[in-house]
Nanobody, 128 residues
């Protein structure tokens, strides 16, 4: 059974940093595309970033480029999302996602329908 468990959310002041973790189980890490989506109040869910470990490729939303970095520790089946220079508009519930068939490269925009597996989400709140 595929499971994704996020952690690391919390409250931070604007300009600060947080690191989210996504612990994955039930599948071979290298076979999956791993990503992050977020859902802010009153807004549609947004694809933030994805990672294709086997192809060594990533794709970031324009809104987070230069501030967020995705990485993985395959020995721990864990993906990390380092978030720096946080802004008020980064406040959202962040979801870890995974799928074998999603596309992830260049400036590709993530789509919810491409990901079959979702974590429960972790809240990130950025305050002024």
């Amino acid at each position: 059974e595929v499971q994704l468990v996020e952690s690391g959310g919390g409250s931070v002041q604007a300009g600060g940093s947080l690191r989210l973790s996504c612990a994955a189980s039930g599948f071979t890490f290298d076979d999956y595309i791993i990503g992050w989506f977020r859902k802010a109040p009153g807004k549609e869910r947004e694809g933030v970033v994805c990672l294709d470990s086997s192809a060594n490729s990533t794709s970031y939303a324009d809104s987070v480029k230069g501030r967020f970095t995705i990485s993985s520790d395959n020995s721990k089946n864990t993906v990390y999302l380092q978030m720096n220079s946080l802004k008020l508009e980064d406040t959202a519930v962040y979801y870890c996602v995974a799928d074998t068939a999603a596309y992830c490269s260049g400036d590709y925009q993530l789509h919810e329908y491409e990901y079959d597996f979702w974590g429960q989400g972790t809240q990130v709140t950025v305050s002024s």
